[in-house]
């Protein structure tokens, strides 16, 4: 521990909370300094998560796969231990890439709709940062309280009864969560012994066999306090209104809160069940029909809704469905596909949010009533309109590149081609049907609900889309500034990247995966040898 | 990219080039027509003419193959793969296009926005490219949904119409539908060939065959295919496409885009048919379709629309022979497949230079137009008759094919029936029918009266591409074997292989069964159009016989019920968006699955004894339970009592600690539950009043019975909650974590309050996130606050204070003590000489902390319970006129302290939060223990303090600003810290 980049492994949660805290020491009036040590932090997050990624991916060639940090220099038996692996890496990358389009977004106007956004957006990054690095269960549980405080407030940022109400909802909901994560790791504590997540899986052989019971209901009380960040059904409907009230920024870093739920979910449930031990693949099936149940009701609600913004907030109940039925299955294989999917979708639903917003302000008000009873009785203007049949309309440019960019995110979220969405779900698909397998009721379930859910979102987005762009009485011309469109590009074109070297990207998912499914070596990295033996089979 | 031959190189430049055009054409400005013309017409040839290349190249060495790596290790690469029949394919995609973007130029409006017009045609072609010349499955499924979007963007090219978008929606509904159950299927197929590759799949035939699954990936494959080309009952969204614009119809719904279906089927011909369910799903859906749709075409009263009609029952035909399951059907397909191509363009195009030159493609309206452009009508006359199948012309030949191949064609129908020839007869009779009804009903018969302009030849460039689609339909008809030939050959035989039948191309072939056909279904089908004058020339909508079965409004109604009604049905019904039943519904699954998690494997005994039973404690824990319920049954109607309640269970959840000997746990629950009441107090004054506070009438039945139920869960989660405690508390894991506190915190933590150590060192880091929680909570707090505007009721004063200030003001003279401005005068005198004791308390909790109870938080705390004091006795701005605290410095600066003494332990070469302690000479006093760890504590001491009170002045200014939203009130209103003084005391 002498070397300099040793500490880069804590580096994403100290450098946001500096940011934060001196923020909060400058005060609110002084928005250059703000707005400066914003902008240096999640730039330098963003340089230190890609160079997470390559030091994580290139312990590959050393002994133990992770890098750990133990806190305080205390031994690894009973420290507090952050933990960097590929899947962490990957998960801090995501959060700085969707922090920076978050911010740079949020420098058009929002950063100025209430108060301290720019402190509160720190302690976010840092929240998610910690959560997706530590290894210890009661860190991860205060990492889950830094990333909820500050979404309180973001979702509540910018005013207005739509956001008090649905946030307030949100906080109701998500409280009661933190409580059955407590309670949770209270009983693992004292059943086990330990927190740390790595000696909890090597204990987990040695429990009494009257003891698995209970540590195993610990742990479904703590998969439900998961779940419900995760939005799975029916534990899901306060999400959709969250996310569609919240500004569009604090949307954007919503999109990979839902995802902190399945990345815990990922993390503990294969530590502690990935191996072959007396509990191995206990609650797979769950897994597996929980989400297919959400992408069922996640399609329906993504139909069932003419505004845009709860289009968007339903989409992520489907993709969180996605996620959960095809970690649920338990292939590390597939499990690499939902990684991948995980990236495209994180990235387009961010998008989407974001976009939404600009779409949104050009709308009159009421568009969507209009829109609904335009479709009920008929389109009246539809005799009037055929006169001038001769010739299309020049789309100004903005709403081109709006209409171009919805049409994207779209086709992501869909699974169509070209973009990277479709890759994600043949990613998934692809090791179910991998030939030499038979093929069960659940591979064929999985994939049925992938298409279909693919062919609902697709057809509930041309609905709105084509509301929203082609169909709209007397839209006015929307003033979008190049800093608020620059962000939803970027993310779109992330998504192109993925695609177009998805080769290289899925290499990397699958090495996770892989490691993933293989707890051994996560345990083996970050205990003592003596320690970490006890629990080899 | 191994063996990149420059053959296989030009295949990538033609793929690609077509995207590249597409990208710069969507660049240029709205109105630059020529630019953009000239841009994807070089595109377009030159596609072209890399193709030609690459086709000698197949004609002279078989299959032109490029491997670029993608996603290795799902057995996915872009592998772009040319043989006979995607050469040709891809020649007739690329030639094509050319043609239509010249006819394009001259059709599309000069105010149109070409370009976007001419990218999206582009993008299309580059998407058909991809298809024909994929050597993976997946790729086709990827060009594939392209193919689908563009033709959606195309058709919803001029999208301020409503069919336009409607019919662009629907297409793409449908084709999108269909490629993701070809997508779906390809997976299957790649199960049972152990590969998406192309050469793999083709190579793995028998095996696909004999495999169980091979129903489904053919039914999925065909589901696709069928969407694609408009088969029946896929076929409602082909006429809807009308809407585009005709080149779009020329181009992507005729010779193209429609013909991916066919082409796809082809090209997995020789791996799916040759099967019973092939035979039944593709003959039967191809027979239908080529009936039907010739029937519905003679009917139609718009160009577009018979000929889009005709286009189906064309596709039908393919469809039919390629489900034949014999060779000669096989060329056939491809044979028709180009004809159709040719004829159908120029038909399109034709009728495109009708609408443009008069203004309307109604046939009801047109008539005659012979004599104002008799050289487009001799170019459709010849057109049609190649449709309709008249010597000489392509349509005849390929026609001829089909005739040979129903009458040899095995039918395993029943009775020996032989349904095929007499189909093939009725379906060319109604294809002479609808070809007569273009040719008579638009350009013979007297002069037009009835349309929007008068008409006169098109432009001659407009009619080139006309010109040169109607040579070929002449040319192939004339000179079968010189011209299409060696084409048809290599297409065929890199489809059949060794298999290709000979077959003759010739005119001639005797006077042969095909022939009497041939001339029987020109005879009836000219006698069908002068038997239906009369029915035609009523100009009815209405098809006979298939009137009322509209395809196209099934459809609508599905998906109307499907994507709205049960949609929205169901969200109502699965899903909330109320609060209550959502919290409920966590409760219960959490319940539940511990539950089950619990039984299913069964809680054995625990391994230590329980403890005895306190009387004593348990009369306070009976206290505190029923403060607690009672906090739980007053909540909704009694904020007030419900809070004191709550305080109350608080209280002994703080004996408890000291009963079990844990100070220091006593002391902070004791400091939190006083501030947090506090809090909790201020704020209660600015909720809005309940209006059915009284309860005295009965509530309905429903209420109680739902208030009953959650009485009932909350019970079980209780009573299980417990059980669960009780069920850890009698466990004792053989190691605890707490262990290794105890034995370290003197020793190497340097404290020996273990509790303070575990805080700030052992998990100083869980410290560092909990005081960020309440740094975020705060600002959240006060953020939320500063937009807060109270309900109108609120802001009045309270009626108790009101009537003070009535009596107030009635007293003749007022006595001191007695006023409003004087209440609480004792306390508040106690209160500011407390507030120097506090603050020092306060100092010595945090200093002793690491050795004794107290610590960074708890002093934090019992500062800010200074302040509080304060504000509360003497009002915000007596306070803030005198004391001035910063709540922001102090939680900024706290913040910073905490994280800066973890950074600290880098300069020393260790991780961050590593802890230093020693003892250090004090002069005077001695010398003291220090450890780093008490910098970090003032951190938190800091940001606890400045946290506390940020919120308690976010709640206290709503008094002040509430006052001056509502100015009236100033005149009566007294002091402010009466205001929040009174705040606390009534709800």
């Not at chain 2, 005895?612 to 319920?629: K, N």
């Not at chain 2, 429903?702 to 989660?717: K, N, P, Y």
């Not at chain 2, 001695?926 to 970090?936: K, Q, R």
């Amino acid at each position: 521990m002498s070397s300099w980049t040793d500490h880069l492994v804590i580096a994403p949660i100290v450098v946001p909370l500096i940011a934060g805290a001196l923020m909060v020491l400058a005060g609110e009036g002084r928005r250059t300094i703000n707005n400066i040590l914003a902008l240096a932090s999640v730039a330098g997050l963003l340089l230190v998560a890609l160079a997470l990624v390559g030091l994580a991916d290139t312990a590959a060639q050393a002994p133990s796969q992770t890098r750990v940090y133990r806190l305080g220099d205390w031994p690894a038996l009973f420290a507090i231990v952050l933990v960097l692996d590929r899947l962490s890496a990957l998960m801090v990358l995501l959060t700085s890439v969707l922090g920076v389009a978050a911010l740079v977004f949020s420098f058009a106007r929002w950063y100025r709709a209430g108060a301290y956004f720019h402190p509160l957006l720190q302690f976010q990054l840092m929240g998610l940062n910690g959560a997706f690095l530590t290894g210890d269960l009661f860190n991860l549980f205060v990492f889950f309280e830094v990333l909820l405080a500050p979404s309180y407030g973001l979702v509540l940022h910018g005013s207005g009864i739509a956001r008090a109400r649905a946030g307030l909802h949100y906080l109701a909901v998500n409280l009661a969560a933190s409580l059955l994560f407590l309670i949770g790791v209270s009983m693992i504590y004292g059943l086990a012994g330990t927190l740390s997540m790595a000696d909890l899986a090597a204990r987990f052989g040695e429990l009494r066999a009257e003891d698995r019971a209970l540590v195993e209901a610990a742990i479904a009380i703590l998969g439900v306090a998961f779940l419900i960040k995760a939005g799975i059904w029916p534990l899901g409907f306060w999400l959709p209104t969250a996310y569609a009230a919240a500004s569009a920024p604090s949307a954007a870093i919503l999109s990979i809160l839902s995802k902190v739920g399945v990345y815990a979910v990922l993390r503990l449930w294969l530590l502690l069940f990935g191996g072959d031990g007396a509990s191995a693949g206990f609650g797979g099936g769950f897994l597996m029909i929980a989400g297919i149940v959400t992408i069922a009701f996640g399609s329906f609600a993504v139909l069932a809704t003419q505004s845009m913004p709860r289009l968007a907030g339903a989409s992520v109940l489907v993709s969180s469905g996605t996620l959960l039925a095809a970690i649920g299955m338990g292939q590390a294989a597939v499990t690499s596909g939902a990684l991948y999917y995980l990236v495209s979708s994180v990235f387009a639903i961010a998008a989407l949010f974001l976009l939404i917003e600009l779409v949104e302000r050009s709308r009159e008000v009421g568009a969507d009533v209009i829109a609904v009873t335009r479709e009920a009785i008929g389109d009246v203007e539809e005799e009037a309109e055929q006169s001038d049949e001769e010739t299309g309309i020049a789309i100004p440019g903005t709403m081109a590149v709006l209409g171009m960019s919805f049409l994207a995110c779209a086709l992501v979220l869909a699974g169509l081609p070209p973009l990277s969405g479709f890759l994600a779900k043949f990613a998934i698909l692809a090791p179910l049907l991998a030939s030499g397998a038979d093929l069960g009721a659940a591979d064929w379930t999985l994939l049925a609900a992938l298409v279909l859910s693919g062919l609902a979102t697709i057809i509930a987005m041309t609905r709105v889309g084509i509301d929203a762009f082609w169909a709209s009485p007397g839209a006015t011309l929307a003033r979008v500034r190049v800093i608020e469109i620059a962000p939803v590009l970027g993310l779109l074109f992330l998504c192109v990247g993925i695609t177009v070297k998805a080769g290289p990207v899925m290499r990397y998912m699958e090495t996770t995966a892989r490691s993933l499914h293989a707890p051994q070596e996560y345990i083996r990295g970050v205990l003592p040898p003596s320690r970490a033996e006890r629990s080899a089979p | 990219m191994s063996g990149a031959t420059i053959d296989s190189l030009l295949l990538l430049g033609a793929v690609v080039l077509p995207f590249i055009g597409a990208l710069a054409a969507g660049l240029l400005p709205t109105h630059a027509r020529n630019a953009a013309a000239w841009l994807a017409g070089a595109v377009s040839l030159g596609a072209f003419l890399l193709l030609c290349t690459v086709y000698q190249a197949v004609t002279a060495g078989g299959v032109v193959r490029l491997e670029l790596e993608w996603m290795p290790s799902l057995g996915l690469a872009f592998v772009l793969r040319a043989d006979g029949l995607a050469t040709v394919f891809g020649g007739l995609v690329t030639g094509m296009g050319a043609l239509v973007v010249l006819y394009a130029r001259y059709y599309m409006a000069a105010e149109d926005p070409v370009p976007r017009f001419f990218a999206f045609l582009l993008a299309f072609m580059g998407s058909m490219l991809g298809i024909v010349v994929s050597g993976n499955l997946v790729q086709i499924a990827f060009f594939w949904e392209l193919t689908s979007l563009f033709s959606f963007l195309l058709i919803a090219y001029r999208h301020h119409i409503a069919a336009a978008r409607d019919g662009a929606r629907m297409a793409l509904t449908v084709t999108a539908a269909g490629g993701l159950a070809l997508f779906s299927g390809f997976l299957v197929l790649g199960h049972i060939a152990g590969g998406f590759d192309l050469d793999v799949v083709l190579g793995a035939g028998s095996q696909i065959h004999a495999h169980p699954l091979y129903p489904v990936a053919l039914i999925l494959i065909l589901l696709g295919a069928f969407t694609k080309s408009a088969q029946f009952p896929f076929h409602f969204w082909l006429p809807q496409a009308m809407t585009a614009p005709t080149p779009v119809s020329a181009y992507l719904h005729s010779a193209t885009l429609v013909k991916a279906g066919v082409f796809l089927m082809a090209r997995l011909w020789p791996v799916l048919s040759g099967t019973d369910a092939w035979f039944w799903t593709v003959g039967t859906a191809g027979a239908i379709t080529l009936l039907v749709g010739a029937y519905i075409a003679i009917f139609q009263h718009d160009l577009k629309g018979l000929l889009a009609y005709s286009t189906i029952s064309h596709l039908g035909l393919i469809t039919l022979l390629l489900g034949l399951d014999s060779e000669l059907a096989m060329v056939a397909a491809i044979f028709h497949t180009l004809n159709h191509a040719t004829f159908k363009a120029s038909l399109f195009m034709a009728a495109g230079i009708i609408e443009h030159e008069t203004g309307t493609r109604d046939i009801r309206r047109l008539s005659g137009l012979n004599r104002f452009m008799p050289f487009t009508a001799r170019l459709a006359l010849v057109a049609a008759a190649a449709m309709a199948g008249v010597p000489l012309l392509n349509g005849f030949l390929s026609k001829e094919m089909f005739f040979a191949t129903a009458l040899t064609a095995d039918e395993p129908l029943p009775l020996g029936l032989k349904l095929l020839p007499v189909t093939a007869v009725v379906a060319s009779a109604f294809s002479v029918t609808y070809s007569l009804r273009f040719i008579h009903g638009t350009f013979f018969g007297p002069d037009p009266t009835d349309v929007p302009s008068m008409p006169h030849e098109p432009p001659a460039w407009m009619r080139l591409p006309v010109e040169l689609l109607v040579l070929a339909c002449i040319m192939v008809g004339v000179l079968p074997a010189a011209t299409i030939g060696p084409l048809l050959d290599v297409a065929a035989r890199s489809v059949l292989g060794e298999t290709t039948p000979e077959y003759s191309l010739v005119v001639w072939h005797g006077l042969t069964r095909p022939l009497v056909m041939s001339t029987i279904a020109l005879a009836l089908g000219v006698t069908l159009y002068l038997a239906l004058q009369r029915h035609l020339r009523r100009g009815v909508e209405i098809v006979p016989f298939l009137g009322a079965l509209s395809a196209r409004r099934l459809f609508d109604r599905a998906m109307v019920f499907l994507s709205w009604r049960l949609a929205r049905s169901i969200d109502r019904v699965f899903g909330t968006r109320r609060l209550q039943p959502q919290l409920r519904l966590v409760v219960c699954v959490a319940l539940v699955l511990a539950a089950a998690a619990a039984f299913v494997r069964g809680v054995g005994p625990g391994n230590i004894a329980p403890s005895e039973v306190d009387p004593v404690l348990a009369i306070v824990w009976a206290i505190g339970a029923s403060c607690a319920l009672g906090a739980a049954v007053t909540a909704k109607l009694h904020r007030f009592a419900a809070l004191v309640m709550l305080g109350g269970a608080g209280i002994v959840t703080c004996i408890t600690f000291v009963w079990f000997s844990a100070p220091d746990l006593a002391l902070t629950q004791l400091l939190v539950e006083i501030v947090t009441t506090v809090l909790l107090l201020l704020g209660l004054r600015w909720l809005p009043q309940r209006k059915d506070g009284a309860g005295a009438q009965r509530r309905p039945l429903i209420e109680r019975v739902g208030r009953l139920r959650d009485f009932g869960i909350a019970a079980t989660a209780g009573v299980g909650m417990a059980a669960l405690a009780y069920a850890v508390m009698v466990r004792m894991p053989p190691e605890l974590l707490a262990q290794h506190y105890l034995a370290r915190a003197y020793t190497e933590g340097g404290g020996t309050n273990v509790v303070n150590v575990i805080l700030v060192d052992f998990r100083g880091f869980d410290t560092l996130g909990e005081i960020t929680v309440l740094c975020a909570v705060a600002l959240t707090t006060y953020a939320l606050l500063r937009r807060f505007r109270p309900a109108p009721e609120s802001v009045q004063l309270p009626a108790q204070q009101l009537d003070q200030i009535a009596l107030d003001a009635a007293r003749p003279e007022p006595r001191r003590g007695r006023l409003v401005a004087d209440w609480l005068l004792v306390p508040s005198l106690i209160g500011r000489l407390l507030f120097p004791a506090i603050g020092i308390f306060a100092v010595f909790l945090l200093l002793r902390g690491h050795d004794e109870p107290g610590g960074g938080f708890v002093a934090g705390l019992t500062a800010s319970v200074a302040i509080i004091i304060q504000y509360m006795l003497m009002g915000t701005e007596w306070v803030e006129a005198r004391v001035r605290v910063l709540p922001l410095r102090w939680m900024g600066g706290g913040l910073l302290f905490a994280a800066g003494t973890g950074i600290g332990a880098w300069f020393f070469g260790y991780p961050f939060l590593t802890s230093y302690f020693g003892y250090v000479r004090l002069p005077l006093v001695g010398e003291v223990p220090a450890a780093s760890a008490l910098l970090f504590d003032i951190g938190v001491f800091a940001l606890v303090f400045g946290a506390t009170v940020l919120m308690l002045i976010a709640l206290a200014h709503q008094s002040v600003r509430g006052r001056r939203a509502t100015p009236a009130l100033d005149a009566t209103a007294p002091s402010p810290r009466v205001a929040v003084g009174a705040a606390t005391g009534d709800d």
